[in-house]
């Protein structure tokens, strides 16, 4: 199978107007479309990322009755959270064969407009849900060509600075298994490795989606107590963060105190001669996605060139 673009990353929130609050706000995210489809329990909007060349930021919400991401909502506690991640291909029916093939079993969603799956091997349970269409259409979260539709504006306060999003991290036993599986399953290309025994606790590597600007990492636990070990038995090989590059570190910094969000486990350093820097905001602070901010005084020192693997 092939995925040509990530159309955008969606999260799940209980009250759709408060995230989308927050994101304009906090983050800098320009709303550009907004929708109701009771008939498909779903509210949503759209949000443009700066700098992210075409992929965008959902958050969707129950609506009416019987909604499916009600149930979603009961079933991680009423907590939100990251949803999916919206990816096109060139043909749909046969990214069914080829995962059905593979012993996933896909979903459809309404009027067979696209199908949803988690792209993972199946024998390790759940992982990141993929939500997939084919060319000649746009709908994936319910905003179909009848639903209502209203652009807003980003906040007029400071903001995050973001200027790209940069990857989605996964979560998974096995850096090198879950890399090869994906390479053989839709053509993702490894970019980038630590060497096993650069972090105490983790490993992790980056591969490249084909014809997409968003990269995909892949962290591993590393001996005893490791963080990763704690997630993957409490969520399963799912997705751990999303990370955004800002322009200017002070100034995202600045509009953390702003908006009373505090960052953790921030890390700094130089390499080549440019400096770089790194940080994490709670899930609590974001709507329920653990988010990662990086800055880096030149381009490619906090992913460094040497670090990618020989051909």
Same mark, same amino acid.
């Given at each position: 199978?092939?995925?040509?673009?990530?159309?955008?990353?969606?999260?799940?929130?209980?009250?759709?107007?408060?995230?989308?609050?927050?994101?304009?706000?906090?983050?800098?995210?320009?709303?550009?479309?907004?929708?109701?489809?009771?008939?498909?329990?779903?509210?949503?909007?759209?949000?443009?990322?700066?700098?992210?060349?075409?992929?965008?930021?959902?958050?969707?919400?129950?609506?009416?009755?019987?909604?499916?991401?009600?149930?979603?909502?009961?079933?991680?506690?009423?907590?939100?959270?990251?949803?999916?991640?919206?990816?096109?291909?060139?043909?749909?029916?046969?990214?069914?064969?080829?995962?059905?093939?593979?012993?996933?079993?896909?979903?459809?969603?309404?009027?067979?407009? /696209?199908?949803?799956?988690?792209?993972?091997?199946?024998? !390790?349970?759940?992982?990141?849900?993929?939500?997939?269409?084919?060319?000649?259409?746009?709908?994936?979260?319910?905003?179909?060509?009848?639903?209502? &539709?209203?652009?807003?504006?980003?906040?007029?306060?400071?903001?995050?600075?973001?200027?790209?999003?940069?990857?989605?991290?996964?979560?998974?036993?096995?850096?090198?298994?879950?890399?090869?599986?994906?390479?053989?399953?839709?053509?993702?290309?490894?970019? /980038?490795?630590?060497?096993?025994?650069?972090?105490?606790?983790?490993?992790?590597?980056?591969?490249?989606?084909?014809?997409?600007?968003?990269?995909?990492?892949?962290?591993?636990?590393?001996?005893?107590?490791?963080?990763?070990?704690?997630?993957?038995?409490?969520?399963?090989?799912?997705? !751990?963060?999303?990370?955004?590059?800002?322009?200017?570190?002070?100034?995202?910094?600045?509009?953390?105190?702003?908006?009373? &969000?505090?960052?953790?486990?921030?890390?700094?350093?130089?390499?080549?001669?440019?400096?770089?820097?790194? &940080?994490?905001?709670?899930?609590?602070? &974001?709507?329920?996605?653990?988010?990662?901010?990086?800055?880096?005084?030149?381009?490619?020192?906090?992913?460094?060139?040497?670090?990618?693997?020989?051909?």
């Amino acid at each position: 199978m092939q995925i040509y673009r990530i159309d955008h990353v969606a999260q799940v929130a209980p009250d759709l107007d408060a995230q989308v609050g927050r994101l304009e706000g906090l983050f800098g995210f320009r709303r550009v479309r907004s929708w109701s489809n009771p008939g498909e329990g779903v509210r949503g909007a759209r949000l443009e990322i700066p700098g992210s060349r075409g992929q965008a930021w959902e958050v969707v919400a129950p609506a009416g009755d019987g909604s499916a991401l009600r149930t979603w909502l009961d079933e991680h506690g009423g907590r939100p959270g990251l949803h999916h991640v919206g990816a096109e291909v060139p043909d749909l029916e046969a990214v069914r064969a080829e995962l059905e093939g593979r012993g996933i079993k896909p979903s459809d969603g309404p009027g067979g407009r /696209w199908i949803e799956a988690s792209l993972s091997p199946p024998e !390790h349970g759940p992982g990141v849900l993929f939500r997939l269409r084919g060319p000649g259409g746009l709908d994936m979260c319910g905003d179909s060509a009848d639903a209502s &539709t209203e652009a807003g504006e980003p906040g007029a306060g400071p903001s995050l600075g973001i200027v790209a999003l940069d990857h989605v991290c996964q979560a998974f036993h096995d850096r090198d298994e879950l890399a090869r599986w994906y390479h053989d399953l839709a053509g993702f290309v490894q970019v /980038w490795r630590t060497p096993e025994d650069e972090h105490p606790d983790m490993a992790d590597l980056v591969l490249n989606i084909p014809g997409s600007a968003i990269c995909w990492e892949v962290i591993t636990s590393r001996g005893e107590d490791s963080f990763i070990d704690k997630f993957l038995e409490r969520s399963g090989p799912a997705a !751990h963060h999303v990370t955004f590059e800002v322009a200017d570190w002070d100034a995202a910094m600045a509009a953390c105190e702003r908006y009373d &969000t505090p960052t953790f486990d921030d890390e700094e350093g130089v390499t080549d001669g440019a400096a770089w820097k790194h &940080t994490f905001i709670h899930p609590k602070h &974001t709507g329920g996605v653990l988010v990662q901010l990086f800055w880096e005084e030149r381009p490619g020192v906090w992913v460094r060139s040497d670090k990618i693997p020989p051909s």
